[in-house]
């Protein structure tokens, strides 16, 4: 069971299913919806270094998974305190399309499969590679979110979250080069 919950934590979870979106305070909606999505991807990610309790990770992939983990977490520390601080924001509307949603689901089925049949280089490999695309959907997310923010504090908030998932991309990044060469 733990296995399985670390793995979907890892590929993502289920998506919500979507709710209809009216024309009234569309950009509302819209910073929601962004501040629901990074939401749900740095809750997720925040989890990340459990995987170290089922798989084994050289030193320098486990410092940096654990890096990301805490700064997942401080980022979602960061959206909750900015939504006790304004009612408005909403951390739960996703209203994501169907297609999305199943679409999401079965990347999370594969990555899932995956992770837990790999192990050695190619589950480093596969590890980091998901965390690249978890970290740059995060920053542009985080992005789109404080550039929709119309409040200056929490628009800069925003982008220091936008920032610290590019850094941790960057890091990830430079980290699967040296692996592959």
Known sequence: MAVLLIAS??????????????????????????????????????????????????????????????????????????????PAIRLDDLRLPPGEVATRDAIAATKEKELLGQSGVEFELSLLLTQTEALSYGWHLAKVTSENEPDPDRARVLAGISEDMKTAYQEVFALLLAKVK
């Open 9 to 86: 934590l890892l590929a993502g979870c289920q998506s919500p299913q979507p709710r209809p979106v009216s024309g009234a305070g569309a950009r509302q909606e819209l910073r929601n919806n962004c501040y629901s999505l990074l939401y749900q991807l740095l809750e997720e990610q925040k989890d990340v270094s459990l995987l170290r309790f089922i798989k084994r990770e050289p030193s320098d992939v486990k410092t940096l998974i654990t890096h990301i983990a805490k700064t997942s977490a401080t980022g979602a520390r960061l959206l909750e305190a900015l939504a006790r601080q304004d």
